[in-house]
């Protein structure tokens, strides 16, 4: 059996029930095959995949905080630290019911070669809770965000794991977050990013997922004869990541004619409007129905649908496994010809091997995504020299940062043989840089 399929089978032996994991795991290294098998006697010597797969450290933890109503309650949190070969562990910590340890571990996978593949001296970490935001009191929030760090906080710090948000960890968990770290530790420092302006955050953070997702979009369709200019766009999701995905698109002179979240999706033909999605989801906290009801071009429908809506570009922009089989389908039967992954994983493995049978442009979130975690890491930058950069430095420095991204997946890919491949691509460029950092390390 070849050693990629053998760690394949023990990762699926040693970690029962984490389906995700298996997926990001699969994906990986199917892409990998190539390069594993030209430097199969060392990789196995050193047992380099078996490393690669299996977390540094792993940290499971209760939370238990007091509701409004005095009733105490009890979360379960983790935070994966995966792989710190080319720098400190970092990546967001997630707040939805669904978090598991094989979404967390799923996640801390993927953050290992979206880190690697940003060019910065960031390794791989996720973490998260089964805690939702959703309906509590800021009071509750804030309860929980202390209990969350004041056992979080005993294992990360700013040269060592920097978490930051993800979903259902925006502004206000982070600021609560840090405020407790401060409190424990005794030290002003960037243990977390995606903080406030006012206390060490950075310019275009808040933007920086969304509007590097478009610069790479951008990117991929220029080298491939397109222009975004003037391309009608679905995304979904009405979080972080899609409301500033929406925004750089209109900016780029592409439409966008769709939001979504857990419970409906709008379709508004004239185009979403931006500073009406940004009042009913960052300012009310409230649902699409909201944005349906103040705006008489749009028309809101319950469950699932952006992916049935004639496109050029798709921009998965929520969850994971969000874009199925049967809307691959749909979207090349409407003629669409990108899809980007704004979110992690959203797409399934049948789904993207479809897409890409079919002609369509298709960016993995590890690549596509990657704007956050490096403005992230620019954050940190700033932190640890006591200065702030303004918007269009950061700006300017993302943009950099996601054009040279796709080269670089765009030439690993045709190094490979896999030209125009940028699953491929991404995983084999994320990879190396890894891989040759943990054999110089040598067995840790
Ligand atoms: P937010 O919490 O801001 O928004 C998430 C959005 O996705 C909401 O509209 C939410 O709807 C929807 N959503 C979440 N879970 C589900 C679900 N199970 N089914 C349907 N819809 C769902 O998160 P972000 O925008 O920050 O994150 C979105 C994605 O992007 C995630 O995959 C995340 O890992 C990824 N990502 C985020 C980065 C960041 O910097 N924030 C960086 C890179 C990737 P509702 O409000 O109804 O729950
Ligand atoms: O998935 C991701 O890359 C993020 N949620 C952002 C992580 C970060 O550290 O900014």
Not at 296 to 323: F, M
Not at 395 to 420: C, P, R, T, W
């Amino acid at each position: 059996m070849s050693y990629v399929d053998e760690v394949f089978d023990l990762v699926v032996e040693k970690n029962p029930a984490q389906p995700e994991f298996h997926q990001a795991v699969k994906e990986v290294l199917e892409s990998l095959r190539v390069v594993i098998e030209a430097n199969e006697e060392a990789y196995r010597r050193d047992a380099l995949l078996e490393r690669l797969v299996t977390p540094e450290r792993q940290l499971l933890f209760r939370v238990p905080w007091v509701d409004d109503k005095g009733q105490v309650q009890v979360n379960n949190a983790f935070r994966v630290q995966f792989n710190s070969a080319i720098g400190p562990y970092k990546g967001g910590l997630r707040l939805h019911p669904s978090v598991n340890l094989g979404i967390i571990k799923f996640l801390g996978f993927e953050q290992i070669f979206k880190n690697s593949l940003t060019g910065l001296p960031i390794g791989g970490g996720k973490g998260g809770s089964d805690f939702d935001p959703k309906g509590k009191s800021d009071r509750e929030v804030m309860a929980f965000c202390q209990s969350f760090m004041t056992e979080l906080s005993k294992y990360i710090g700013a040269d060592t794991d920097v978490p930051a948000g993800d979903i259902g960890t925006g502004a206000r968990e982070i600021g609560y977050m840090y405020g407790q770290y401060k409190r424990i530790k005794g030290v002003y420092e960037g243990v977390l990013t995606g903080k406030g302006l006012s206390y060490g955050g950075s310019l275009a953070r808040t933007e920086a997922t969304g509007y590097g997702l478009l610069y790479l979009t951008a990117e991929m369709l220029k080298c491939n004869g397109h222009d975004i200019n003037g391309k009608t766009v679905v995304i979904s999701g009405s979080g972080n990541v899609a409301i500033y995905a929406c925004q750089k698109a209109q900016q780029l002179g592409a439409k966008v004619v769709t939001v979504s979240d857990s419970t409906g999706w709008v379709y508004d033909p004239e185009g979403i409007d931006v500073a009406l999605l940004k009042e009913v989801k960052e300012v009310k906290r409230a649902r699409l129905t909201e944005y349906a009801a103040a705006r008489s071009s749009a028309e809101y429908h319950e469950g699932r649908g952006v992916w049935g809506i004639k496109c050029d570009v798709a921009l998965p922009c929520a969850t994971q496994n969000e874009l199925l089989l049967d809307d691959a389908k749909a979207l090349v039967a409407n003629g669409c010809i990108a899809v980007a992954e704004g979110a992690n994983m959203p797409t399934t493995m049948e789904a993207t091997e479809y897409l890409q049978a079919n002609g369509v442009l298709f960016a993995p979130g590890k690549a596509a995504n990657a704007g956050g975690v490096a403005t992230s890491a620019l954050e940190m930058s700033q932190n640890s020299e006591r200065l702030s950069w303004t918007f269009e430095e950061v700006d300017s420095k993302l943009q950099n940062i996601m054009v040279n991204i796709f080269h670089n997946l765009d030439n690993a890919a045709k190094k490979y043989g896999m030209e125009g491949n940028y699953v491929a691509g991404a995983n084999i460029a994320g990879f190396l840089k890894v891989a040759e950092a943990m054999t110089a390390q040598g067995i840790v």
